[in-house]
């Protein structure tokens, strides 16, 4: 079982930066592959970010190439985190954002990919 908590969303100026983390319980984190996922108001969950267990392999979505940073920190099973950082935001990255692990390989990229699923962190990015 894991178990994730975001934490670090809110409202800023479109440009500006945030920073997401998700806390995850559970003595096999570093066993699973780890994503971001977003979903605006009427529109469907998409795949943001994605980093493979040993953090090696990252993804991302187009829309997040080149100002997001995905991490992890799987060395200290007392702090398993996922981070998420976001620069240069713009008002259509307004979204409830969601971290999620997964026993699949890789980086999947797929919702439906991932076991677990955090309770969301609501991020708004004004004009």
């Known amino acids: 079982q894991v178990q994730l908590v975001e934490s670090g969303g809110g409202l800023v100026q479109a440009g500006g930066s945030l920073r997401l983390s998700c806390a995850a319980s559970?003595?096999?984190?570093?066993?699973?592959?780890m994503g971001w996922f977003r979903q605006a108001p009427g529109k469907e969950r998409e795949f943001v970010a994605g980093i493979s267990w040993s953090g090696v392999t990252i993804y991302y979505a187009d829309s997040a190439k080149g100002r997001f940073t995905i991490s992890r920190d799987n060395a200290n099973n007392a702090k398993n985190t996922v981070s998420l950082q976001m620069n240069m935001l713009k008002p259509e990255d307004t979204a409830v954002y969601y971290c999620a692990a997964s026993r699949i390989g890789g980086t999947p990229k797929r919702a439906d990919q991932y076991d677990y699923w955090g309770q969301g962190t609501q991020v708004t990015v004004s004009s």
């Open positions: 559970g003595r096999t984190f570093s066993t699973y592959a």
